[in-house]
């Protein structure tokens, strides 16, 4: 089971920027999928962005055009650039590594805080 952990939350003005850092224990080339989840008190889960082995990715529609997922074999890391951030952005962000099959495989990340002032 491979660990996660993420790095670069914090408390920014609406406006600002962050960058979060996803660091894993191995090897991330055998997950399918890697991405970024967040969790907004008293919401689900909901995927911000992932991207594939091959490069592919995935945002959810609040974030287009502002934030950036980028994933790097070679350092085992999954980064998440996040610009213009807004107060609807604040949530605990969770780093997710997936395995594609039957049954789907899930790692995930302790999670790091984001919190947006207005």
């Known amino acids: 089971q491979v660990q996660l952990v993420e790095s670069g939350g914090g408390l920014v003005q609406a406006g600002g920027s962050l960058r979060l850092s996803c660091a894993a224990s191995?090897?991330?080339?055998?997950?399918?999928?890697m991405g970024w989840y967040r969790q907004a008190p008293g919401k689900e889960r909901e995927l911000v962005a992932a991207?594939?082995?091959?490069?592919?990715?995935n945002y959810a529609d609040p974030v287009k055009g502002r934030f950036t997922i980028s994933r790097d074999n070679t350092k085992n890391t999954v980064d998440l650039q996040m610009n213009s951030l807004k107060p609807e952005d604040t949530a605990i962000y969770y780093c997710?590594?997936?395995?594609?099959?039957?049954?789907?495989?899930?790692?995930w990340g302790q999670g790091t805080q984001v919190t947006v002032s207005s």
């Open positions: 991207v594939t082995s091959g490069g592919g990715t």
């Open positions: 191995g090897s991330i080339f055998r997950f399918n999928v």
């Open positions: 997710n590594a997936r395995v594609m099959g039957l049954p789907r495989s899930d790692s």
